[in-house]
């Protein structure tokens, strides 16, 4: 079965500086993903950047960067420069393969908060 | 990037009424689509994979008659809630896959619904 975990309920970050979203994972599968989703108040899903298990470097996308650590079996996402608007939910989520049909898991979520 | 449209955002109706929610991939064929439900401050919990052309898989403890998934078409997903009550409200969100690996589900923008 497979699990994932976010420790961190919630963080305070000041603006401009950067932070470390905690992410750990638990699957005997050897093919995996990792994904982390933004969720503001307002509900809706916005994806922010992914990490394959065989992928050899960190995935970045702007700002965002997963600091994957296959060993420790841990996904962080770092955000950098944090600004008023990353203020939000972040789920960390890994992929379960059914068919060609991917099916996330998530975590319980991190609330960030940004503060000036 | 790929979009994902549901309807309605809002819905507030009387106990024992039947709700329908539509989920749509604008631009891209969903052979598989993914309901989800999620409770105030927690995560998505799954309930059920939708599959175009056949018969949704539901997840442990989701009540297949309470919630009825139709695909009807590769862009279209629909979930109905019947006879609802109060304990049926909740956020439910949609989502898309383009199929398999590194490609993110894509997210509708959810459906709050509120039971009186």
């Known amino acids: 079965a497979q699990k994932i975990t976010q420790t961190q309920p919630g963080m305070f970050v000041q603006e401009k500086e950067a932070v470390t979203l905690d992410c750990t994972y638990d699957t005997s599968d050897p093919s995996y993903g990792l994904f982390w989703y933004k969720q503001p108040s307002s509900g809706e899903m916005i994806f922010l950047i992914y990490q394959g298990s065989y992928d050899q470097q960190n995935a970045t996308e702007g700002r965002y960067s997963l600091n994957f650590q296959k060993a420790r079996k841990s996904a962080n996402l770092v955000i950098s420069a944090s600004q008023l608007g990353d203020s939000a939910m972040y789920f960390c989520?890994?992929?379960?393969?059914?068919?060609?049909?991917?099916?996330?898991?998530f975590g319980t979520g991190t609330r960030l908060q940004v503060t000036l | 990037g790929a979009v994902v449209s549901q309807h309605p955002s809002r819905v507030i109706c009387k106990s024992g009424t039947s709700v329908k929610i539509e989920c749509r991939s604008l631009d891209f064929q969903a052979t598989t689509m993914f309901w989800y439900r999620q409770f105030p401050k927690k995560s998505l919990m799954l309930m059920a994979t939708?599959?175009?052309?056949?018969?949704?898989?539901?997840e442990q403890g989701v009540e297949k008659d309470k919630f009825l998934i139709n695909h009807a078409s590769l862009t279209l997903s629909t979930l109905t809630v019947t006879s609802a009550h109060p304990e049926d409200s909740s956020f439910y969100i949609c989502s898309a896959s383009q199929g398999y690996s590194n490609q993110p589900q894509h997210f509708g923008d959810g459906t709050r619904l509120s039971i009186l």
């Open positions: 939708s599959n175009e052309g056949s018969k949704a898989t539901y």
């Open positions: 989520a890994m992929r379960e393969l059914i068919g060609t049909a991917s099916k996330l898991t």
